[in-house]
């Protein structure tokens, strides 16, 4: 079906970028996919002064835009044509940016008022005043930020997923919330634990690997794991491990919560072992280091 803000925003970008060097041009069809993406972030990088724009977000890019990052003008009426790309960019991803029938210029009140929706959508908050590099790479991609129907996505991963980002961004990015539990969110999963860890930033990979291993807690926790700073950890730290380990467990098929609050802050012993049975790991009733490779690592705990 044809989107006619979509639509507009084709046209605008083949009038606007045609002819500018690395600039491909899109179809003008008014359905949104990669091809008006790619258009939006060579658009995008060309008005950032790249020379060899690509259908890549990478380090050159990010750099260039963390050094002036989009925001709503002081200066009623100021013009950009970064202001126009970041209207089509929201309306390709489903957000009502205003300016019916073109795109314009302007940063205003009704393109401030999407922001926002988005970053509430990605569970980070926000006044919709300023465009984080995170953002506007959530923009110029095909992740999705609501549940989408037929999609087969799931509230409370949804949720979880928010609470990802609202919690970890600086480790993580921002990871879709669209309620599939795929790769990303397993790795941001990872990352949160690593946070939790307080493993710094640098460090930090998103992979289970030794240092994970040694600081992570088992639950319930008798002061046998320290963080990644040598603290014991503290009873509101082991809550938010136990929420982690109760998102793992709920995408595994053992849910232990309750409609309402369906990530509690204590572990169900009951339910680790069932899950612990299916997956031959030792039966404890407790979220140790081989259950948790079990839960987070698709090879499990290979040395067992």
Not at 38 to 50: D, S, V
């Amino acid at each position: 079906m044809t989107d006619q803000m979509v639509l507009a925003t084709q046209k605008w970008l083949n009038k606007t970028y045609v002819g500018r060097n690395g600039y491909n041009v899109v179809q003008e069809n008014g359905r949104t996919g990669w091809e008006v993406v790619h258009g939006l972030l060579r658009a995008l990088q060309i008005e950032l002064g790249i020379s060899v724009p690509s259908d890549n977000f990478g380090p050159g890019t990010t750099a260039r835009y963390q050094a002036a990052p989009l925001a709503k003008p002081a200066l009623k009426g100021a013009t950009s044509n970064k202001y126009a790309i970041l209207q089509g960019a929201l309306w390709c991803k489903g957000y009502d940016a205003g300016h019916y029938g073109d795109l314009d210029d302007h940063y205003d009140d009704k393109v401030a008022a999407a922001v926002a929706s988005l970053q509430a959508d990605a569970g980070i908050g926000g006044d919709g005043l300023t465009v984080s590099v995170n953002l506007m790479k959530a923009l110029l991609s095909m992740d999705q930020f609501r549940l989408i129907p037929g999609s087969g996505g799931d509230a409370s991963v949804r949720s979880f997923q928010q609470e990802l980002n609202g919690g970890f961004e600086a480790y993580s990015g921002l990871i879709p919330c669209d309620g599939i539990y795929d790769r990303g969110t397993n790795e941001a999963v990872i990352y949160a634990i690593q946070a939790l860890e307080d493993m710094p930033v640098d460090v930090a990979s998103g992979y289970f690997g030794p240092s994970t291993r040694s600081h992570c807690p088992d639950l319930d926790y008798s002061h046998g794991q320290v963080s990644y700073t040598g603290a014991v950890y503290s009873d509101a730290r082991i809550r938010r491990f136990c929420r982690i380990a109760n998102f793992c467990m709920y995408v595994n098929g053992f849910p232990s919560g309750t409609q309402a609050d369906p990530f509690p802050e204590k572990i169900d012993p009951a339910r680790v072992r069932e899950f612990q049975r299916k997956y031959a790991v030792a039966e404890t009733g407790r979220i140790n280091l081989s259950t948790w490779l079990s839960l987070c690592v698709s090879c499990g705990d290979t040395s067992r």
